[in-house]
């Protein structure tokens, strides 16, 4: 089913705005974010970003939570849903999924269920999510890297997953701030 903007922004504020009204302030912001760096990829592939950038963060709803690895439950509540089979994908895997799958002894079963796309969509959606904080506050990408540090504890599964991610979520921010650069879009940060 292919899914609309709307429908995507939609969701997630059914699914976060109530239970999680901070969660849902940093998905408010990367939803908005990811809309205004449309131009950092093609045409065709702009809802798409879109959509899974309000969609990313839906497996932390209540409602949802299964195993606990908000990105895998998120994405099989969509897939269950009847949603975008690349947005679903996309959000199993944003901003480094794998490698925090690989942390949790989930690597292989988020393989397995949702193929990894490599393109300046996911690029943008990392972008998106690693520029913005966790009250929808803009910050650079090593800032928001400390903030996660700080907020889970030195020893958190998601310290070491992050640390872990860092050089790609580095690298996937650089590409869409150079594509930005080049199709003349303002940097939201
Ligand atoms: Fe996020």
Same mark, same amino acid.
């Given at each position: ?80 849903? #009847?949603? %975008?089979?690349? @947005? $679903? ?9 794998? /490698?925090? &799958?690989? +942390? !949790? ?47 889970? #504890?030195? %020893?958190?599964? @998601? $310290? ?9 979520? /580095?690298? &996937?921010? +650089? !590409? ?14």
């Amino acid at each position: 089913m292919t899914v609309s903007v709307e429908q995507a922004r939609l969701t997630a504020a059914f699914l976060l705005e109530g239970p999680l009204p901070r969660r849902w302030s940093h998905v408010r912001a990367v939803g908005t974010k990811a809309e205004a760096i449309a131009g950092a990829v093609a045409e065709a592939d702009r809802v798409v970003l879109a959509a899974a950038a309000w969609l990313h963060d839906v497996g932390y709803s209540p409602d949802l939570v299964d195993t606990g690895f908000h990105s895998l439950d998120g994405a099989r509540w969509l897939r269950a849903n #009847g949603f %975008d089979e690349r @947005v $679903t994908a996309l959000v199993a895997h944003h901003s480094c999924a794998w /490698l925090e &799958a690989e +942390e !949790r002894g989930l690597g292989e079963v988020l393989a397995a269920e949702f193929p990894r796309e490599v393109s300046s969509v996911a690029d943008g959606l990392c972008y998106c999510d690693m520029t913005t904080g966790p009250d929808g506050q803009s910050l650079d990408v090593p800032a928001r890297l400390a903030e996660i540090r700080s907020r889970y #504890g030195p %020893d958190a599964l @998601v $310290t070491r997953f992050i640390t872990r991610a860092e050089p790609d979520i /580095l690298a &996937a921010a +650089e !590409r869409t701030q150079t594509r930005l650069t080049a199709a003349g879009i303002a940097q939201p940060i």
